[in-house]
């Protein structure tokens, strides 16, 4: 099982980015899915993400600008990020806690990582 992860770039502060992230592989159920970032010099955190008791959960620093989307049916979750600031300017990486099944049906659970996209917001 694969993350794969596209839409990150630079822009001025107020604008916009959609991040998508895509799993791909063969027999596995995603159970949570969402996004993290890393800033320079700065730990991993929570973005936004689906968790799996079905609520959204969304950083404070970001509730309000940015949303959280998916299409089950492509597997991806997107992250819309609107009136972006310098300080959004990130690595962002999608995360997905999933089960899958190997060729001989063993079950595997994973905490799975994409391999992050850039976001650079600056004037």
């Known amino acids: 099982v694969q993350l794969q992860a596209s839409g990150g770039g630079s822009v001025q502060p107020g604008e916009s980015l959609r991040l998508s992230c895509a799993v791909s592989?063969?027999?596995?159920?995603?159970?949570?899915m969402g996004w993290h970032r890393q800033a320079p010099g700065k730990q991993r955190e929570l973005v936004a993400t689906?968790?799996?008791?079905?609520?959204?959960i969304y950083a404070d620093s970001v509730k309000g600008r940015f949303t959280l989307s998916r299409d089950n049916a492509k597997n991806t979750v997107y992250l819309q990020m609107n009136s972006l600031k310098p300080e959004d300017t990130a690595v962002y990486y999608c995360?997905?806690?999933?089960?899958?099944?190997?060729?001989?049906?063993?079950?595997?659970?994973?905490?799975?990582w994409g391999q992050g996209t850039l976001v650079t917001v600056s004037s």
């Open positions: 995360n997905a806690d999933l089960n899958y099944w190997l060729p001989d049906s063993t079950p595997v659970a994973e905490n799975a």
């Open positions: 592989g063969r027999r596995f159920r995603i159970n949570a």
């Open positions: 689906f968790a799996l008791g079905g609520n959204t």
